[in-house]
């Protein structure tokens, strides 16, 4: 089992940029596949990207691909999200979640544990 927690949202303006970083507990990191969602107001909650337990492949919404970097640091237990020329769109609550997987899957219901999120606002 892995706890999962999400930190680095804020308020930004359009243009700006953040880094979100999702600290996971126990000893398995490692094995675990990684992925970021996000949920807006009133709206279901959508994939972001995903990265595999090496870090070797990662994945991009193309609402974010170009704008958005996903990694890893398998000896921090953590994984990160830069993201770089923030629109107003991009504004919700940005959650990570892992699953034991050779994969990086981009449904929500494949993965097995999530963070509590950490909420994002972008400025026009």
């Known amino acids: 089992q892995v706890q999962l927690v999400e930190s680095g949202g804020g308020l930004v303006q359009a243009g700006g940029s953040l880094r979100l970083s999702c600290a996971a507990s126990?000893?398995?990191?490692?094995?675990?596949?990684m992925g970021w969602f996000r949920q807006a107001p009133g709206k279901e909650r959508e994939y972001v990207a995903a990265i595999s337990w090496s870090g070797g492949s990662t994945y991009y919404a193309d609402s974010v691909k170009g704008r958005f970097t996903i990694s890893r640091d398998n000896a921090k237990n953590t994984v990160y999200l830069q993201m770089n020329s923030l629109k107003p769109e991009d504004t919700a609550v940005y959650y990570c979640?892992?699953?034991?997987?050779?994969?990086?899957?981009?449904?929500?219901?494949?993965?097995?544990?999530w963070g509590q999120g950490t909420q994002v606002t972008v400025s026009s």
């Open positions: 126990g000893r398995t990191f490692s094995s675990y596949a």
């Open positions: 979640a892992a699953v034991i997987s050779e994969l990086a899957p981009e449904r929500d219901y494949e993965y097995d544990y």
